[in-house]
């Protein structure tokens, strides 16, 4: 990657070097809250603040953690921490979760975790009803142990 | 068909558009700057100031408060439309007339935007002007990222606020009063942190029986080059009429330089012959120094992409303005990467798939590169201009390079499909958080998986060498001419021979390997324009794809309806695009069909007419709304530009011989049609056309040749001859 960066600069000037950065800076902060991957007593949750990559109407989503699927029947989502949460295996063409720039979404999932402070890396794919190939985000992060209330 | 989903809005108001060659407004007509618009099948809000490519802002309102009463300027309006060079509307609130001008400016990059008030009281009435927007501040092509933490300074006039190197400033001649951010009242400095509104409030006192009057100009893009426009221009915000005329006026000259078109029997193509070339005009771009093009549309792809401005430029090269297809390509070829930099998926050769002031760009498409050969050979054609095609061919050699090394050497099929992929695996170690697309392959249908042969691409590549080829001969370089050429007659020969589907009378749409892709799609008809297939297969793949299945009365598919995988809302599953249907109107006049190639066309015609003279990317694939879909896409205004000309008029150009072609392709129940102001590398054309006869005025510093088929007649600068042309069987 080094060499690509020497690359770009030299081909295209520094200025498209500094400019890719802002852009990777601005998406890596804008869409996972950082710090948001909390341990829950039934399982985790997590909160991103913009839409990953694409935006519309999603008829599905799906949780994975460490490559093992997490049972849609206990993912959860809510748009906004005043939302209403709403079943995963509930959203369809006709019932989608619907995100636009800026949508503030959380994601709560009921699955045992192994203990341990080491990371885990969350994949969430979700199937927009407009442009069929899902989008997909990896989050390779640590989780916070929520306090007890 | 399609139930509609719950929250997409039916049919939302047209759309009001302002642009600027580095700017543009998007609003909904109701006086403030607000267009929420289903996109990707919800509701997003694209209203706001977009400079150089930037998103500045999210939705931008005015409230006006008076002896404690509020109106927002939607709640008062009066009328609104368009005028020469902006956008007005007027308001009426307790007594008060307040009329709004709203114009794009290009430097610095951004919207001027004045609200007049007019008091017929005889005291003074205090009014605060209180304006509302959140920042954005990041490129439109990454979709959906607003991002959460600003920079905001206070000014005099206003206020700064910036991302990285992305910025905007917010002026008015009437400083404001107060500020508040995210609704809490603000004294001022420098604020770091997430916005979710900025609002000022300018308080203005009407004089008893008189007038006040506040400007806003909202600009920005790069912090670095509106720093520098601003220090330019200086602190005084210019008079929108000013504004407005000087854009007027430029859009003016620029219609006068391009054809007209007049169509007695077909009075609907003369109006959307009009509104594409006035579409086309919306899309110029020149958001930096140095970097031309034409955005590929208006919402969310307002960016340069570079497959859409290979389709867009030939349009142009009719049009006559060769200097911005000239300046267009420079800008691309300057970004023709000579290294692999798997960062941004670009290979040694590869031209960029989109680009946005930074420069921020990225390669990894399997068809842009492809398609710039034969416009750089189109251009040379058009402009005579043959002074640096050794440099040309030698960019377009770069081009075939990179095909060659993607192409099987046993069939010559050029191998797509893994770019995206390519791109995430790059960046996979460098960020704890990763995103991507599941999208195999990235082909025009870019959500589709058509791997490993596409159709379509492979006739992509067999001009790609049949052009570069062409560039090498004008470049003396014989030996690699010879090459292109033997390359592009082997890959003809395995075309002719792998993608016949006798079942369907079709050709399949790809090979997964050596299996065929039995799928129908449009796309065939590409080897139909290209003129790869024998008369009778070509008269069959037209007659195939005007059946119900694949032709609608709103358009042509991008899958037919019988296909399993069909879905009359999945983009490129089914949709109608607009493209799609010239590319049948394209085929039907290649196999000499002129009455369906009309029809495909008056379809089209009939979308502007529907669409309030703008043009829809795609519309849904059982009924005529447009779904998921820009409202304005330079893939639906360009084809149709060009087919009027090279199609329907069949007329070729070469501007290095000094010759032209006419070929008409009118039906044969029509009368006259007329063509005024044609350029021409070395001068311009005039074409009048009756039935058999051809009246040819030329206006240019040498002779020219005119081939009406059955024979070649030289005309003299200045002269006027009316030549006879061969009846319709005798075309060739």
């Known amino acids: 990657m080094a060499g690509d960066a020497i690359r770009l600069e030299t081909e295209f000037g520094a200025h498209s070097l500094e400019a890719l950065i802002w852009v990777a800076e601005t998406v890596d902060a804008s869409v996972y809250a950082p710090g948001s991957l909390v341990r829950t007593a039934s399982g985790f949750r997590f909160s991103l603040a913009n839409p990953p990559l694409r935006i519309g109407a999603f008829s599905g989503l799906r949780l994975g953690v460490d490559g093992t699927w997490v049972p849609p029947d206990s993912v959860r989502v809510r748009l906004g921490p005043q939302g209403s949460w709403r079943d995963s295996v509930r959203l369809s063409p006709s019932n989608p979760l619907e995100l636009q720039a800026g949508s503030w979404t959380e994601f709560e999932a009921d699955c045992p975790l192994p203990a341990g402070p080491g990371p885990v890396t969350i994949r969430l794919e979700l199937s927009n009803v407009a442009i069929p190939p899902l989008v997909w985000m990896e989050i390779h992060d640590t989780m916070r142990e929520v306090a007890p209330p | 068909m ?90 009426r609130w307790k007594g008060l007339e307040v009329l709004q001008d709203l114009v794009a400016i290009p430097r610095p990059a951004g919207v001027v935007r004045r609200l007049r008030v007019r008091s017929e009281s005889t005291s003074p009435v205090p009014l605060t002007f209180t304006s509302h927007f959140s920042p954005f501040l990041f490129p439109v092509l990454v979709e959906g990222i607003r991002p959460v933490e600003f920079v905001v300074q206070s000014l005099p006039e206003g206020v700064a606020i910036g991302n990285h190197g992305f910025g905007l400033r917010a002026a008015a001649t009437v400083s404001p009063a107060r500020l508040l951010l995210n609704g809490e009242v603000w004294e001022g400095g420098q604020y770091k942190g997430p916005v979710s509104e900025v609002a000022l409030e300018h308080e203005v006192a009407v004089p008893a029986r008189g007038s006040g009057e506040i400007r806003w100009q909202i600009s920005g893009g790069l912090t670095r080059d509106l720093d520098k426009a601003l220090g330019d221009s200086g602190p005084t915000i210019a008079s929108p009429d000013e504004l407005a005329a000087r854009q007027a006026a430029d859009d003016l000259q620029w219609t006068r330089g391009t054809p007209e078109l007049e169509f007695p029997d077909a009075p609907e193509l003369e109006v959307a012959y009009r509104t594409a070339r006035a579409g086309l005009r919306r899309l110029y771009s020149e958001p930096a120094d140095g970097m031309v093009g034409l955005v590929a549309g208006y919402p969310w792809y307002s960016a340069i992409w570079c497959r859409d401005l290979a389709i867009m430029l030939p349009a142009l090269l009719w049009l006559g303005d060769f200097e911005w297809v000239a300046r267009s390509l420079a800008t691309v070829f300057r970004f023709q990467s000579r290294h692999s930099v798997r960062l941004l998926a670009g290979e040694p050769g590869e031209l960029p798939m989109q680009l946005v002031p930074g420069p921020i760009f990225l390669y990894g498409t399997s068809d842009s590169t492809l398609r710039f050969p034969r416009v750089v050979e189109q251009m040379h054609r058009h402009t005579g201009d043959v002074s640096s095609v050794v440099e040309w061919a030698e960019a377009l050699h770069r081009i075939v390079e990179w095909g060659r090394g993607r192409s099987d050497p046993t069939t010559g099929l050029l191998r797509h499909g893994g770019e995206a992929e390519a791109i995430s695996q790059a960046t996979a170690s460098l960020a704890r958080v990763r995103y991507g697309i599941d999208s195999p392959d990235t082909t025009i249908w870019d959500s589709a998986d058509r791997r490993d042969h596409a159709l379509d691409v492979q006739v992509l590549w067999w001009q790609a060498l049949c052009s570069t080829a062409r560039l090498l001969g004008h470049a003396a370089d014989h030996d690699r001419r010879m090459t292109c050429e033997g390359q592009a007659a082997h890959l003809a020969e395995t075309l002719g021979e792998r993608y016949r589907w006798p079942e369907q009378r079709y050709l399949y749409d790809s090979l997964r390997g050596a299996i065929p892709v039995a799928r129908v799609r449009p796309n065939a008809l590409r080897a139909v324009s290209a003129g790869l297939l024998d008369p009778a297969t070509a008269r069959a793949v037209v007659e195939r794809a005007a059946e119900g299945d694949l032709s609608t009365p709103w358009g042509v598919r991008s899958l037919s309806g019988n296909d399993p995988g069909y879905d009359a809302r999945a983009y490129h599953e089914g949709q109608v695009w607009t493209i799609a249907t010239a590319w049948a109107a394209d085929a039907a006049f290649a196999v000499g069909q002129p009455e369906r190639g009309l029809a495909y066309l008056r379809t089209i015609a009939a979308r502007y007419v529907a669409d309030g003279g703008l043009a829809n990317e795609c519309y849904l694939g059982d009924r005529p709304e447009p779904f998921n879909s820009c409202y304005l896409l330079g893939f639906s205004v360009a084809p149709f530009l060009r087919l009027l000309f090279e199609r329907l008029w069949g007329i070729r150009v070469d501007g290095v011989e000094t010759s032209v072609r006419v070929l008409p392709a009118f039906p044969l129940a029509w009368t006259s049609a007329k063509l005024t102001g044609l350029r021409l590398a070395q001068g311009r054309l005039n074409l009048e056309w009756t039935p058999g006869h051809l009246r040819v005025q030329w206006e240019g510093s040498c002779g020219l040749s005119v081939d009406t088929g059955n024979a070649v007649h030289p005309i003299a600068p200045g002269e006027t001859a009316v030549l006879d042309l061969p009846s319709p069987p005798e075309r060739s």
């Open chain 2, 2 to 91: 399609t139930p509609a989903l719950p929250s997409a809005l039916n049919r939302p108001p047209d759309p009001v558009l302002l642009t600027s060659l580095a700017s543009a407004a998007m609003g909904d007509g109701r006086g403030d700057l607000c267009y929420e618009r289903e996109s990707r099948g919800a509701p997003s809000e694209w209203g706001g100031v977009y400079g150089q490519l930037i998103r500045l802002t999210g939705p931008w309102t005015v409230v006006l408060t008076s002896a404690g009463a509020t109106t927002d300027l939607p709640s008062c309006r009066v009328r609104s439309g368009p005028f020469p060079g902006g956008w007005g509307s007027e308001h």
